[in-house]
């Protein structure tokens, strides 16, 4: 069955870098577009970025857009984002999710990982 | 941008009862809507795509309608495992993808 699984985050002061990563099974990751959504403490669904199944085409929430970089390492089956300068608005839980459609730009999320929270303070 | 309104923002019923769960769109996103459910602690899960299409596994008793604007996701007769948050999502013209502010079905 699919599974992702996401690592890497943590707390970290304002303007410093993290990078979260999510580690595909269960299905073709290199044919699969990826997400990221993120959902603040007690708040809801957000998405951040998107990458097309072979890293060609990237897209991102404008509030993110030069901080942060999405990115895929298809011979590990891993996606990745790159978060620098972060704010105490980021502050989220980051979830990868895979896109419904093959080569992904369909734009719905049909499986979802548990999560990754990253914490933004000083 | 796409503003995505749910309504209402909870709902208290219970089990066996009929959940009628609204969403609004700011302008016409044709039938590019999903609806997902989100238990505490865990990922949301895809229910309804493209407006009314059950993704795989999701029991017939949630349903989807609507077009252009106004959407509804209907739970026919509410199961114990079915109270939960329940966002819309729409796909039109992205980036950016936009999803609703949710709603809490709620015993």
């Known amino acids: 069955q699919v599974q992702l699984v996401e690592s890497g985050g943590g707390v970290v002061q304002p303007g410093r870098s993290l990078r979260l990563s999510c580690a595909a099974s269960g299905f073709t990751f290199s044919i699969s577009g990826m997400h990221w959504v993120r959902q603040a403490p007690g708040k809801g669904l957000e998405w951040v970025a998107a990458?097309?199944?072979?890293?060609?085409?990237?897209y991102y929430v404008d509030s993110v857009k030069g901080r942060f970089t999405i990115s895929r390492d298809n011979s590990k089956n891993t996606l990745y984002l790159q978060m620098n300068s972060l704010r105490a608005e980021d502050t989220a839980v980051y979830y990868c999710?895979?896109?419904?459609?093959?080569?992904?730009?369909?734009?719905?999320?049909?499986?979802w990982g548990q999560g990754t929270l990253v914490t933004v303070s000083s | 941008e796409i503003v995505l309104t749910q309504s209402p923002a909870s709902l208290s019923l219970s089990p066996g009862e009929r959940a009628t769960l609204s969403c609004r769109a700011s302008q016409s996103v044709s039938s590019s809507l999903a609806w997902y459910q989100q238990k505490p602690g865990q990922g949301p899960r895809l229910l309804i795509y493209?407006?009314?299409n059950r993704a795989s596994g999701i029991p017939v008793r949630f349903s989807g309608s609507g077009s252009g604007t106004d959407f509804t996701l209907t739970i026919s007769s509410l199961e114990p495992e079915d109270f939960a948050v329940y966002y819309c999502?729409?796909?039109?013209?992205?980036?950016?993808?936009?999803f609703g502010g949710g709603t809490k079905v709620e015993i």
């Open positions: 990458i097309s199944y072979d890293g060609s085409k990237k």
């Open positions: 493209d407006a009314s």
């Open positions: 999502q729409q796909r039109s013209n992205w980036p950016p993808l936009t």
């Open positions: 999710a895979k896109d419904l459609g093959v080569g992904g730009r369909y734009g719905y999320f049909d499986n």
